[in-house]
Nanobody
Framework: QVELVESGGGLVQAGDSIRLSCTISDHSTTDAMAWFRQAPGKEREFIAGITYRSTPYYRDSVKGRFTIARDNVENTVYLQMSTLKPEDTAVYFC?????????????????WGQGTQVTVSS
């Protein structure tokens, strides 16, 4: 059973930066990784994804502000978020799939973390 554990969330002010981490218990079964977020009353949405070879993909609204990275030795995926806005407030989830390509649908990901709350105050 693959476990994903997110950390790094918290309360920040608009314009601040924060970095989320996701540790993977069994890296051999995960290939593409992604970050999703879910705000209250809204559907879970794709934010950023990364292939095993570190090719990144981003949602348009976070391009230039968020950076996804991974360390395959440490079995960790990161999401560096900068210039945060109140509309970035959400629970952020790490997800993984045993296939090479990054996709934006939640249904394509087999493994999920429990989520970490990010709250951005204005």
């Amino acid at each position: 059973q693959v476990e994903l554990v997110e950390s790094g969330g918290g309360l920040v002010q608009a314009g601040d930066s924060i970095r989320l981490s996701c540790t993977i218990s069994d890296h051999s079964t995960t290939d593409a990784m992604a970050w999703f977020r879910q705000a209250p009353g809204k559907e879970r949405e794709f934010i950023a994804g990364i292939t095993y070879r570190s090719t990144p993909y981003y949602r348009d609204s976070v391009k230039g502000r968020f950076t996804i990275a991974r360390d395959n030795v440490e079995n960790t995926v990161y999401l560096q978020m900068s210039t945060l806005k109140p509309e970035d407030t959400a629970v952020y989830f790490c997800a993984g799939r045993p296939y090479e390509n990054v996709v934006t649908s939640t249904h394509a990901y087999e493994y999920w973390g429990q989520g970490t709350q990010v709250t951005v105050s204005s």
